[in-house]
Protein backbone atom coordinates (compact mmCIF):
# COMPACT_ATOMS: atom_id res chain seq x y z
CA UNK A 1 0.00 0.00 0.00
CA UNK A 2 1.40 2.95 -0.94
CA UNK A 3 0.80 6.10 1.63
CA UNK A 4 -2.83 7.20 1.37
CA UNK A 5 -4.05 10.48 2.38
CA UNK A 6 -7.36 11.96 3.80
CA UNK A 7 -8.17 15.33 4.59
CA UNK A 8 -10.62 17.02 7.52
CA UNK A 9 -11.10 20.10 9.05
CA UNK A 10 -11.68 20.72 13.00
CA UNK A 11 -15.49 21.78 13.81
CA UNK A 12 -16.38 22.74 17.03
CA UNK A 13 -17.30 19.43 18.30
CA UNK A 14 -13.78 18.33 17.81
CA UNK A 15 -12.67 20.50 20.14
CA UNK A 16 -13.35 20.92 23.83
CA UNK A 17 -13.08 23.90 26.90
CA UNK A 18 -9.13 23.83 27.15
CA UNK A 19 -9.85 25.35 22.93
CA UNK A 20 -7.55 22.48 21.26
CA UNK A 21 -8.66 19.22 19.73
CA UNK A 22 -9.85 16.24 22.25
CA UNK A 23 -7.55 14.17 22.59
CA UNK A 24 -9.21 11.02 21.24
CA UNK A 25 -10.83 12.44 17.91
CA UNK A 26 -7.61 11.72 16.67
CA UNK A 27 -8.60 8.21 16.87
CA UNK A 28 -11.61 8.94 15.16
CA UNK A 29 -9.80 11.34 11.99
CA UNK A 30 -7.23 8.08 11.85
CA UNK A 31 -10.59 5.41 11.40
CA UNK A 32 -12.11 7.92 8.88
CA UNK A 33 -8.80 8.03 6.95
CA UNK A 34 -9.08 4.16 7.01
CA UNK A 35 -12.64 3.87 6.19
CA UNK A 36 -12.20 6.22 3.03
CA UNK A 37 -9.56 3.47 1.49
CA UNK A 38 -13.10 0.83 1.13
CA UNK A 39 -15.59 3.90 -0.14
CA UNK A 40 -12.47 5.02 -2.53
CA UNK A 41 -12.89 1.49 -4.31
CA UNK A 42 -16.51 1.40 -4.07
CA UNK A 43 -16.42 -0.49 -1.20
CA UNK A 44 -17.44 -0.76 2.55
CA UNK A 45 -15.07 -2.17 5.62
CA UNK A 46 -17.57 -4.56 6.50
CA UNK A 47 -18.40 -6.90 3.88
CA UNK A 48 -19.88 -10.22 3.92
CA UNK A 49 -19.22 -10.55 7.36
CA UNK A 50 -15.97 -9.64 7.62
CA UNK A 51 -14.58 -6.11 9.66
CA UNK A 52 -11.74 -5.07 11.21
CA UNK A 53 -11.39 -4.31 15.21
CA UNK A 54 -8.51 -2.39 17.00
CA UNK A 55 -6.65 -4.70 19.17
CA UNK A 56 -3.72 -2.38 20.13
CA UNK A 57 -2.45 1.35 19.79
CA UNK A 58 0.33 3.45 20.55
CA UNK A 59 0.06 6.90 20.32
CA UNK A 60 2.03 9.94 20.48
CA UNK A 61 0.91 13.74 20.66
CA UNK A 62 3.04 16.15 19.45
CA UNK A 63 1.02 19.86 18.98
CA UNK A 64 -2.35 20.64 19.10
CA UNK A 65 -5.06 21.38 16.54
CA UNK A 66 -7.50 24.24 16.94
CA UNK A 67 -10.71 25.01 15.22
CA UNK A 68 -10.53 25.58 11.18
CA UNK A 69 -7.21 23.50 11.17
CA UNK A 70 -7.43 21.80 8.12
CA UNK A 71 -5.97 18.12 8.67
CA UNK A 72 -3.91 15.41 6.63
CA UNK A 73 -4.12 12.27 7.77
CA UNK A 74 -1.50 10.10 6.40
CA UNK A 75 -1.67 5.93 6.34
CA UNK A 76 0.64 3.69 5.33
CA UNK A 77 0.71 -0.16 5.90
CA UNK A 78 3.56 -1.89 8.06
CA UNK A 79 2.70 -5.01 8.40
CA UNK A 80 0.50 -7.99 6.55
CA UNK A 81 -0.34 -10.75 8.86
CA UNK A 82 -2.84 -13.53 7.86
CA UNK A 83 -5.49 -12.28 10.22
CA UNK A 84 -4.09 -8.95 10.81
CA UNK A 85 -2.57 -5.71 10.03
CA UNK A 86 0.14 -3.41 10.96
CA UNK A 87 -0.37 0.30 10.09
CA UNK A 88 1.13 4.07 10.83
CA UNK A 89 -1.13 6.78 10.93
CA UNK A 90 0.11 10.37 11.22
CA UNK A 91 -1.49 13.42 11.23
CA UNK A 92 -0.16 16.86 9.79
CA UNK A 93 -1.56 20.54 9.94
CA UNK A 94 0.76 21.89 6.67
CA UNK A 95 4.66 20.73 7.22
CA UNK A 96 3.75 20.37 10.33
CA UNK A 97 2.92 16.53 12.80
CA UNK A 98 0.54 16.93 15.19
CA UNK A 99 0.48 13.55 15.58
CA UNK A 100 1.30 9.71 15.32
CA UNK A 101 -0.10 6.35 15.63
CA UNK A 102 0.77 2.49 15.40
CA UNK A 103 -1.95 0.36 15.58
CA UNK A 104 -2.89 -3.34 14.94
CA UNK A 105 -6.06 -4.13 13.70
CA UNK A 106 -7.57 -7.71 13.70
CA UNK A 107 -9.67 -9.19 11.35
CA UNK A 108 -13.30 -10.75 12.15
CA UNK A 109 -15.77 -12.76 11.12
CA UNK A 110 -19.44 -13.00 12.60
CA UNK A 111 -16.99 -11.77 15.68
CA UNK A 112 -14.78 -14.27 15.38
CA UNK A 113 -10.62 -13.88 14.55
CA UNK A 114 -10.46 -14.69 11.31
CA UNK A 115 -7.79 -14.69 7.75
CA UNK A 116 -8.22 -11.83 5.95
CA UNK A 117 -10.18 -12.56 3.10
CA UNK A 118 -8.95 -11.46 -0.50
CA UNK A 119 -11.37 -9.79 -1.51
CA UNK A 120 -9.77 -6.83 1.12
CA UNK A 121 -6.66 -7.15 -0.48
CA UNK A 122 -7.23 -5.03 -3.88
CA UNK A 123 -8.17 -2.48 -0.56
CA UNK A 124 -4.77 -2.41 0.99
CA UNK A 125 -3.25 -2.74 -2.51
CA UNK A 126 -1.06 -5.72 -1.30
CA UNK B 1 -45.68 7.59 33.68
CA UNK B 2 -44.52 9.78 36.44
CA UNK B 3 -41.60 12.15 35.68
CA UNK B 4 -38.42 10.14 36.00
CA UNK B 5 -35.09 11.70 36.65
CA UNK B 6 -31.12 10.49 35.43
CA UNK B 7 -28.23 12.19 36.43
CA UNK B 8 -25.10 13.08 34.66
CA UNK B 9 -21.75 15.25 34.57
CA UNK B 10 -20.33 17.12 32.00
CA UNK B 11 -17.59 16.13 31.40
CA UNK B 12 -14.23 18.05 28.75
CA UNK B 13 -15.83 15.82 25.86
CA UNK B 14 -19.19 17.32 26.04
CA UNK B 15 -17.99 20.88 26.19
CA UNK B 16 -16.30 22.52 22.96
CA UNK B 17 -13.77 25.40 22.51
CA UNK B 18 -16.30 28.21 22.96
CA UNK B 19 -16.22 26.59 26.44
CA UNK B 20 -19.51 25.50 26.96
CA UNK B 21 -21.46 22.20 26.30
CA UNK B 22 -21.77 21.56 22.77
CA UNK B 23 -25.27 21.83 22.00
CA UNK B 24 -26.44 18.44 20.05
CA UNK B 25 -24.93 16.86 23.56
CA UNK B 26 -27.99 17.95 25.34
CA UNK B 27 -29.87 15.82 22.45
CA UNK B 28 -27.31 12.81 24.26
CA UNK B 29 -27.51 13.84 27.81
CA UNK B 30 -31.60 13.25 26.83
CA UNK B 31 -31.35 9.69 24.32
CA UNK B 32 -29.54 8.54 28.29
CA UNK B 33 -32.32 9.07 30.01
CA UNK B 34 -34.64 7.62 27.84
CA UNK B 35 -32.05 4.32 27.36
CA UNK B 36 -32.26 4.33 31.66
CA UNK B 37 -35.94 4.13 31.59
CA UNK B 38 -35.22 0.28 30.27
CA UNK B 39 -31.67 -0.29 31.71
CA UNK B 40 -33.28 0.45 34.96
CA UNK B 41 -36.43 -2.33 34.49
CA UNK B 42 -33.84 -5.02 33.47
CA UNK B 43 -34.63 -4.39 29.79
CA UNK B 44 -32.60 -3.20 26.83
CA UNK B 45 -34.30 -0.25 24.06
CA UNK B 46 -33.83 -2.85 21.60
CA UNK B 47 -36.22 -5.85 22.23
CA UNK B 48 -37.29 -8.68 19.98
CA UNK B 49 -36.84 -6.41 17.02
CA UNK B 50 -38.89 -3.53 18.45
CA UNK B 51 -36.86 -0.20 18.52
CA UNK B 52 -37.75 3.79 18.98
CA UNK B 53 -36.48 6.56 16.79
CA UNK B 54 -36.55 10.23 17.18
CA UNK B 55 -38.91 11.59 14.43
CA UNK B 56 -39.16 15.32 15.10
CA UNK B 57 -37.89 17.61 18.31
CA UNK B 58 -38.38 21.00 19.12
CA UNK B 59 -35.82 22.45 21.66
CA UNK B 60 -34.99 25.23 23.49
CA UNK B 61 -31.74 26.99 25.04
CA UNK B 62 -31.96 28.61 28.31
CA UNK B 63 -28.59 28.51 29.49
CA UNK B 64 -25.17 26.91 29.19
CA UNK B 65 -23.73 23.90 30.78
CA UNK B 66 -20.01 24.39 31.63
CA UNK B 67 -17.22 22.03 32.72
CA UNK B 68 -18.08 19.70 36.05
CA UNK B 69 -21.54 20.53 36.05
CA UNK B 70 -24.03 18.11 37.49
CA UNK B 71 -26.93 17.51 35.21
CA UNK B 72 -30.55 16.36 35.99
CA UNK B 73 -32.43 14.84 32.74
CA UNK B 74 -36.57 15.28 33.52
CA UNK B 75 -38.53 12.83 31.06
CA UNK B 76 -42.00 12.31 31.08
CA UNK B 77 -44.80 11.17 28.71
CA UNK B 78 -47.43 13.34 26.80
CA UNK B 79 -48.85 11.08 24.95
CA UNK B 80 -48.99 7.87 23.91
CA UNK B 81 -50.47 6.78 20.50
CA UNK B 82 -50.69 3.22 18.91
CA UNK B 83 -47.16 3.34 17.07
CA UNK B 84 -45.54 6.52 18.68
CA UNK B 85 -44.84 8.69 21.68
CA UNK B 86 -44.24 12.06 22.64
CA UNK B 87 -42.34 12.95 25.48
CA UNK B 88 -40.97 16.08 27.52
CA UNK B 89 -37.27 16.33 28.64
CA UNK B 90 -35.83 18.76 29.92
CA UNK B 91 -31.82 19.65 31.64
CA UNK B 92 -31.56 21.02 34.78
CA UNK B 93 -28.56 22.15 36.82
CA UNK B 94 -29.52 22.46 40.26
CA UNK B 95 -33.01 24.62 40.61
CA UNK B 96 -31.81 26.34 36.84
CA UNK B 97 -33.43 24.65 33.75
CA UNK B 98 -31.16 25.12 30.82
CA UNK B 99 -32.75 22.78 28.09
CA UNK B 100 -35.96 21.63 27.40
CA UNK B 101 -37.26 19.40 24.52
CA UNK B 102 -40.31 18.01 23.03
CA UNK B 103 -40.04 14.75 21.03
CA UNK B 104 -42.06 12.06 18.82
CA UNK B 105 -40.69 8.68 19.30
CA UNK B 106 -41.98 6.14 16.14
CA UNK B 107 -41.64 2.49 16.83
CA UNK B 108 -40.21 0.42 14.37
CA UNK B 109 -39.88 -3.43 13.83
CA UNK B 110 -37.32 -4.49 11.53
CA UNK B 111 -36.90 -0.85 11.00
CA UNK B 112 -40.66 -0.02 9.46
CA UNK B 113 -43.09 1.37 11.39
CA UNK B 114 -45.32 -0.96 14.48
CA UNK B 115 -47.28 -0.75 17.02
CA UNK B 116 -45.72 -0.12 20.16
CA UNK B 117 -45.80 -3.77 21.72
CA UNK B 118 -47.22 -4.88 25.26
CA UNK B 119 -44.25 -5.31 26.41
CA UNK B 120 -42.71 -1.83 26.53
CA UNK B 121 -45.59 -0.64 28.29
CA UNK B 122 -44.02 -2.08 31.97
CA UNK B 123 -41.13 0.66 30.53
CA UNK B 124 -43.09 3.07 29.84
CA UNK B 125 -45.01 2.78 32.56
CA UNK B 126 -48.52 3.29 30.87
CA UNK C 1 -27.61 34.34 1.51
CA UNK C 2 -27.88 32.00 -1.29
CA UNK C 3 -28.54 28.64 -0.32
CA UNK C 4 -25.40 26.88 0.59
CA UNK C 5 -23.99 23.08 0.12
CA UNK C 6 -21.57 21.23 2.36
CA UNK C 7 -20.67 17.85 1.87
CA UNK C 8 -19.69 15.29 4.53
CA UNK C 9 -19.73 11.00 4.47
CA UNK C 10 -20.95 8.91 7.10
CA UNK C 11 -18.11 7.28 9.45
CA UNK C 12 -18.57 4.19 11.99
CA UNK C 13 -18.25 7.20 14.90
CA UNK C 14 -21.44 8.88 13.28
CA UNK C 15 -23.22 5.70 13.43
CA UNK C 16 -24.80 3.39 16.61
CA UNK C 17 -25.85 -0.33 17.44
CA UNK C 18 -29.04 0.62 15.37
CA UNK C 19 -26.84 0.68 12.26
CA UNK C 20 -28.15 3.86 11.22
CA UNK C 21 -26.23 8.01 12.07
CA UNK C 22 -27.43 8.78 15.79
CA UNK C 23 -29.99 11.04 15.89
CA UNK C 24 -27.99 14.11 17.60
CA UNK C 25 -24.91 13.90 14.92
CA UNK C 26 -27.70 15.80 12.07
CA UNK C 27 -27.09 18.91 14.20
CA UNK C 28 -23.03 18.51 14.08
CA UNK C 29 -23.71 18.31 10.00
CA UNK C 30 -25.38 21.30 9.91
CA UNK C 31 -23.14 22.98 12.70
CA UNK C 32 -20.31 21.83 10.29
CA UNK C 33 -22.16 23.15 7.56
CA UNK C 34 -22.47 26.75 9.06
CA UNK C 35 -18.81 26.89 10.41
CA UNK C 36 -17.55 26.41 6.73
CA UNK C 37 -20.01 29.74 5.85
CA UNK C 38 -16.90 31.18 7.84
CA UNK C 39 -14.54 28.91 7.14
CA UNK C 40 -14.97 29.48 2.78
CA UNK C 41 -14.13 33.13 3.83
CA UNK C 42 -10.75 32.58 5.66
CA UNK C 43 -12.71 33.67 8.90
CA UNK C 44 -13.48 31.85 11.82
CA UNK C 45 -17.19 31.70 13.54
CA UNK C 46 -15.77 33.12 17.05
CA UNK C 47 -13.96 37.10 15.85
CA UNK C 48 -13.20 39.52 18.32
CA UNK C 49 -15.45 37.83 21.17
CA UNK C 50 -18.18 37.23 19.23
CA UNK C 51 -19.94 34.25 18.19
CA UNK C 52 -23.32 32.68 17.85
CA UNK C 53 -25.18 29.71 20.25
CA UNK C 54 -28.49 27.56 19.13
CA UNK C 55 -31.42 29.19 21.11
CA UNK C 56 -33.85 27.03 19.13
CA UNK C 57 -34.32 24.18 16.83
CA UNK C 58 -37.10 22.10 15.38
CA UNK C 59 -36.05 19.41 13.25
CA UNK C 60 -37.97 16.67 11.30
CA UNK C 61 -36.29 12.87 10.55
CA UNK C 62 -37.54 11.59 7.40
CA UNK C 63 -35.02 8.78 6.57
CA UNK C 64 -31.81 7.35 8.19
CA UNK C 65 -27.95 7.77 7.14
CA UNK C 66 -25.79 4.81 7.15
CA UNK C 67 -22.14 3.98 6.76
CA UNK C 68 -20.28 5.50 3.75
CA UNK C 69 -23.26 7.40 2.64
CA UNK C 70 -22.16 11.25 0.77
CA UNK C 71 -24.08 13.33 2.58
CA UNK C 72 -25.13 16.67 1.87
CA UNK C 73 -26.24 20.06 4.07
CA UNK C 74 -28.17 22.69 2.61
CA UNK C 75 -28.33 25.84 4.61
CA UNK C 76 -30.04 29.30 3.50
CA UNK C 77 -31.18 31.97 6.04
CA UNK C 78 -35.01 33.07 6.72
CA UNK C 79 -34.37 35.90 8.70
CA UNK C 80 -31.33 38.59 9.89
CA UNK C 81 -32.65 40.20 12.98
CA UNK C 82 -30.31 42.88 15.22
CA UNK C 83 -29.07 40.24 17.20
CA UNK C 84 -30.04 36.77 15.91
CA UNK C 85 -30.80 35.17 12.55
CA UNK C 86 -32.71 31.79 11.59
CA UNK C 87 -31.74 29.51 9.21
CA UNK C 88 -32.93 26.39 7.14
CA UNK C 89 -30.88 23.23 7.02
CA UNK C 90 -32.07 20.45 4.96
CA UNK C 91 -29.63 17.32 4.81
CA UNK C 92 -30.20 14.40 0.95
CA UNK C 93 -28.63 11.85 0.05
CA UNK C 94 -29.04 12.23 -3.19
CA UNK C 95 -32.09 13.13 -3.89
CA UNK C 96 -33.32 12.29 -1.42
CA UNK C 97 -34.06 14.73 2.06
CA UNK C 98 -33.25 13.01 5.24
CA UNK C 99 -33.48 15.31 7.26
CA UNK C 100 -34.45 19.05 7.92
CA UNK C 101 -34.30 21.51 10.73
CA UNK C 102 -34.91 25.67 11.26
CA UNK C 103 -32.98 27.17 14.04
CA UNK C 104 -32.38 30.80 15.62
CA UNK C 105 -28.99 31.26 16.82
CA UNK C 106 -28.39 33.97 18.68
CA UNK C 107 -25.21 36.52 18.67
CA UNK C 108 -23.16 36.80 21.96
CA UNK C 109 -20.28 39.03 22.80
CA UNK C 110 -18.46 37.96 25.45
CA UNK C 111 -21.27 35.61 26.40
CA UNK C 112 -23.85 37.65 26.40
CA UNK C 113 -26.52 39.01 23.95
CA UNK C 114 -25.03 41.01 21.18
CA UNK C 115 -25.94 43.22 17.86
CA UNK C 116 -24.71 41.01 14.80
CA UNK C 117 -21.30 43.30 14.13
CA UNK C 118 -20.99 44.23 10.19
CA UNK C 119 -18.03 41.67 9.80
CA UNK C 120 -20.42 38.81 9.96
CA UNK C 121 -22.62 40.32 6.83
CA UNK C 122 -19.74 39.33 4.29
CA UNK C 123 -20.22 35.91 5.67
CA UNK C 124 -23.68 35.99 5.33
CA UNK C 125 -23.90 37.04 2.46
CA UNK C 126 -26.91 39.80 3.21
CA UNK D 1 -2.72 7.24 44.50
CA UNK D 2 -4.80 4.10 45.57
CA UNK D 3 -6.97 2.98 42.67
CA UNK D 4 -9.58 5.05 42.12
CA UNK D 5 -13.37 4.03 40.35
CA UNK D 6 -15.37 5.40 38.09
CA UNK D 7 -18.53 3.71 36.97
CA UNK D 8 -20.15 4.52 33.30
CA UNK D 9 -22.68 2.99 31.42
CA UNK D 10 -23.05 2.33 27.81
CA UNK D 11 -25.68 4.31 25.75
CA UNK D 12 -26.22 4.16 22.24
CA UNK D 13 -23.86 7.12 21.25
CA UNK D 14 -20.75 5.13 22.31
CA UNK D 15 -21.92 2.44 20.15
CA UNK D 16 -21.33 2.34 16.37
CA UNK D 17 -22.71 -0.08 13.36
CA UNK D 18 -20.26 -2.59 14.34
CA UNK D 19 -22.95 -3.16 17.39
CA UNK D 20 -20.23 -2.47 19.65
CA UNK D 21 -18.52 0.36 21.51
CA UNK D 22 -16.58 2.45 19.39
CA UNK D 23 -12.89 2.25 19.73
CA UNK D 24 -11.86 5.69 20.87
CA UNK D 25 -14.65 5.52 22.91
CA UNK D 26 -12.43 3.78 25.83
CA UNK D 27 -10.10 7.12 26.02
CA UNK D 28 -13.32 8.70 26.82
CA UNK D 29 -14.35 6.61 29.79
CA UNK D 30 -10.93 7.10 30.90
CA UNK D 31 -10.45 10.78 30.92
CA UNK D 32 -14.07 11.05 32.55
CA UNK D 33 -12.24 9.33 35.13
CA UNK D 34 -9.49 11.36 35.53
CA UNK D 35 -11.68 14.38 35.58
CA UNK D 36 -13.94 12.41 38.07
CA UNK D 37 -10.94 12.46 40.51
CA UNK D 38 -10.66 16.46 40.62
CA UNK D 39 -14.24 16.72 40.66
CA UNK D 40 -14.87 14.59 43.69
CA UNK D 41 -12.59 16.89 45.34
CA UNK D 42 -14.88 19.83 44.29
CA UNK D 43 -11.66 20.96 42.08
CA UNK D 44 -12.01 21.17 38.28
CA UNK D 45 -8.91 19.80 36.06
CA UNK D 46 -8.29 23.16 34.75
CA UNK D 47 -6.92 25.99 37.83
CA UNK D 48 -5.06 28.82 37.78
CA UNK D 49 -4.00 28.48 34.58
CA UNK D 50 -2.93 24.51 34.45
CA UNK D 51 -4.37 21.33 33.41
CA UNK D 52 -3.11 18.34 31.88
CA UNK D 53 -2.83 17.07 28.07
CA UNK D 54 -2.19 13.67 26.83
CA UNK D 55 1.12 13.13 25.43
CA UNK D 56 1.38 9.59 24.62
CA UNK D 57 -0.62 6.57 25.16
CA UNK D 58 -0.31 2.68 24.59
CA UNK D 59 -3.34 1.00 24.56
CA UNK D 60 -4.94 -2.83 24.35
CA UNK D 61 -8.05 -4.17 23.70
CA UNK D 62 -9.29 -7.47 24.66
CA UNK D 63 -12.83 -7.53 24.53
CA UNK D 64 -15.85 -5.52 23.13
CA UNK D 65 -18.52 -3.71 25.30
CA UNK D 66 -22.22 -3.21 24.45
CA UNK D 67 -25.20 -1.56 25.01
CA UNK D 68 -26.42 -1.68 28.33
CA UNK D 69 -23.13 -2.72 29.82
CA UNK D 70 -22.03 -1.04 33.22
CA UNK D 71 -18.42 -0.40 33.18
CA UNK D 72 -15.84 0.16 35.73
CA UNK D 73 -13.01 2.21 35.09
CA UNK D 74 -9.92 2.06 37.57
CA UNK D 75 -7.08 4.51 37.80
CA UNK D 76 -3.88 4.62 39.39
CA UNK D 77 -0.44 6.52 39.35
CA UNK D 78 2.37 4.85 38.07
CA UNK D 79 5.15 7.75 38.48
CA UNK D 80 5.06 11.59 39.07
CA UNK D 81 7.60 13.06 37.70
CA UNK D 82 8.02 17.48 38.06
CA UNK D 83 5.80 18.13 34.95
CA UNK D 84 4.22 14.93 33.93
CA UNK D 85 2.69 11.78 35.17
CA UNK D 86 2.47 8.36 34.48
CA UNK D 87 -0.95 5.94 35.17
CA UNK D 88 -2.24 3.06 34.24
CA UNK D 89 -6.35 2.88 33.29
CA UNK D 90 -8.11 -0.50 32.62
CA UNK D 91 -11.65 -0.78 31.86
CA UNK D 92 -13.75 -3.89 33.28
CA UNK D 93 -17.24 -5.39 33.15
CA UNK D 94 -17.99 -7.43 36.04
CA UNK D 95 -14.98 -9.34 36.10
CA UNK D 96 -13.55 -9.50 32.87
CA UNK D 97 -10.87 -6.68 31.75
CA UNK D 98 -11.97 -5.47 28.09
CA UNK D 99 -9.51 -2.51 27.62
CA UNK D 100 -6.05 -1.46 29.37
CA UNK D 101 -4.11 1.95 28.45
CA UNK D 102 -0.78 2.89 30.39
CA UNK D 103 -0.23 7.11 29.32
CA UNK D 104 1.85 9.94 30.27
CA UNK D 105 0.25 13.47 30.85
CA UNK D 106 2.15 16.58 30.61
CA UNK D 107 1.10 19.47 33.02
CA UNK D 108 0.57 22.73 30.59
CA UNK D 109 0.78 26.22 32.22
CA UNK D 110 -0.74 28.72 29.58
CA UNK D 111 -0.13 25.94 27.00
CA UNK D 112 3.65 25.71 27.68
CA UNK D 113 5.06 22.63 30.03
CA UNK D 114 5.59 23.51 33.59
CA UNK D 115 5.83 21.96 37.25
CA UNK D 116 3.05 20.22 38.29
CA UNK D 117 1.73 22.60 41.21
CA UNK D 118 1.51 21.59 44.67
CA UNK D 119 -2.53 21.89 44.96
CA UNK D 120 -2.81 18.61 42.90
CA UNK D 121 -0.88 16.62 44.65
CA UNK D 122 -4.33 16.38 47.15
CA UNK D 123 -6.01 15.16 44.32
CA UNK D 124 -3.48 12.67 43.10
CA UNK D 125 -2.83 11.78 46.85
CA UNK D 126 0.94 11.79 46.34
Do not use: W
Not at 57 to 73: E, I, K, M, S, T
Not at 77 to 94: D, N, T, V
Request: proline share 4%; glycine share 6%; charged share 25%.
Amino acid sequence: MHPSSYTTVVYYEDTDAGGVVYHSKYLNFCERARSELFFAKGQTPMQEGYHFVVKELNARYFAPARLGDRLHVSSSLIERKKASLRMLQEIFCGERKLFGMELTLACLHSDKPARIPDFFDEVLGV
